[in-house]
Each structure stands twice: as structure tokens, then as C-alpha cells.
Antibody
Framework: EVQLVESGGGLVQPGGSLRLSCVASGFTFSGYWMHWVRQLPGKRLEWVAR????????SYADSVKGRFTISRDNAKNTLYLHMNSLRDEDTAVYYC???????????????WGQGALVTVSS | DIVLTQSPTTLSLSPGERATLSCRAS??????LGWYQQKPGQAPRLLIY???NRATGIPARFSGSGSGTAFTLTISSLEPEDSAVYYC????????FGQGTKVEIK
């Protein structure tokens, strides 16, 4: 069974930093693109970042570029999201997600974690 | 970014009825569109990928069609458990989601 378990969410002040982690199990982690997708308070979904199977091609939404860094450790089956210079509008539930296909291009999300709540507020 | 516009905002139907949900893209996305179902307190679930392919374990009453800029998710005969919000998502360029359609079962 595929499992994605996030940790690291919480309350942070504007301008602060936070690191989310996601431990994966039940599949060959090194074979899949991985993603971070967030759901804003109004329920809108936004793709935040994604990274290819071997970690060499990270990419980001314009809204987080230069502030967030996605990375992965395939030896530890773990995905990370380092978030700096956090803003009020980054408040959301952050989902760790596995791609739908074992492929050279990112496609859709087949599996989702339980979500980590990040609240940016003074 | 490619903007996806879903309609209607809310759909209220009885069990056994047919539901038709629309998703329109601001530019052509070929067939690179998927659909998700989200129930309260849960993460989204992938239903359809690349316009018309059902994901693993998805019942046959869910089907997708379309191409270019206009796409449709059809639920052929609504079940009570289909009450949820449905989102479309494109992967032609940086992935984006529609704003969602809420399906209510009377």
C-alpha cells in the first residue's frame, strides 16, 4: 500500500521559514516524479513544486519561485519542501503527492499524503 | 498560466441521474486533462487522466471526453457516495486546476 506521511507543518510568522518532510513507502520511490500541491483556505488547489525521479529537475510555481526549494533523498525515501520568506498567502494545507505514472514526464497525482497545515500569521 | 474554468459551480441531482461537468481551458491543452474527486476532510482522488482514461479502481460510471479547450466529466448514474467537489487539472504546461464543481445528491 502506498503511504505518504508529511511532517513539519505549523504556525510561522511572515518572513519566517519552515521545512516540510514526506516519508514514502509501499512503492519504488526513486521511480516517480514527486510533487507538493497546496489547498488554500478557499479550497482552491495550487501546484507548488515538482521534482523528477532522480532529483535533477526541480520546478516551481511562479508564486513560490526563489522562496521555496523542493528536494528528495532517494536513499531515505523522503521528499522535502524548504519554505523561506513565508507570506500570509502561503497559508494552506500542503500535500505531498506521487505522480500517477512511472514516466519521464510529470503527469497527474495518483497518491496524496494526509496534508500538513501551514499557517503564516503574526 | 493556463486557466481552467469549470461549470456549473454547483450541480444538484437525484440518485440515478446523469451528471455532466464542464471544464474549459484558456488555450489548447490537447488531451492533457485529468479529473479529481474530493470529499470533505479527504485529499483529492484521481478519477480520469488524459481526458478519457479511468484511473485504477474507478467505477465505469465515470467517463471523460473532449479535446483542445473543452472537456466533460460524465457520471452516468449518480450514487449517493458521488457527492463531492470535482476538479479538473491540465498538464500541458505548468499544471493548474479548475476552481471545482460541487455535486450534491438530493
Amino acid at each position: 500500500e502506498v503511504q505518504l506521511v508529511e511532517s513539519g507543518g505549523g504556525l510561522v510568522q511572515p518572513g519566517g521559514s519552515l521545512r516540510l518532510s514526506c516519508v514514502a513507502s509501499g512503492f519504488t520511490f526513486s521511480g516517480y516524479w514527486m510533487h507538493w500541491v497546496r489547498q488554500l483556505p478557499g479550497k482552491r488547489l495550487e501546484w507548488v513544486a515538482r521534482i523528477d525521479a532522480d532529483g535533477s529537475i526541480p520546478s516551481y510555481a511562479d508564486s513560490v519561485k526563489g522562496r521555496f526549494t523542493i528536494s528528495r533523498d532517494n536513499a531515505k525515501n523522503t521528499l522535502y519542501l524548504h519554505m523561506n520568506s513565508l507570506r500570509d498567502e502561503d497559508t494552506a494545507v500542503y500535500y505531498c503527492a506521487r505522480d500517477s505514472h512511472q514516466a519521464t514526464v510529470a503527469k497527474y497525482v495518483q497518491h496524496w499524503g494526509q496534508g500538513a497545515l501551514v499557517t503564516v500569521s503574526s | 498560466d493556463i486557466v481552467l474554468t469549470q461549470s456549473p459551480t454547483t450541480l444538484s441531482l437525484s440518485p440515478g441521474e446523469r451528471a455532466t461537468l464542464s471544464c474549459r481551458a484558456s488555450q489548447s491543452i490537447s488531451s492533457y486533462l485529468g479529473w479529481y474527486q474530493q470529499k470533505p476532510g479527504q485529499a483529492p482522488r484521481l478519477l480520469i487522466y488524459d481526458t478519457s482514461n479511468r484511473a485504477t479502481g474507478i467505477p465505469a460510471r465515470f467517463s471523460g471526453s473532449g479535446s483542445g479547450t473543452a472537456f466533460t466529466l460524465t457520471i452516468s448514474s449518480l450514487e449517493p457516495e458521488d457527492s463531492a467537489v470535482y476538479y479538473c487539472q491540465q498538464r500541458s504546461k505548468w499544471p493548474t486546476f479548475g476552481q471545482g464543481t460541487k455535486v450534491e445528491i438530493k
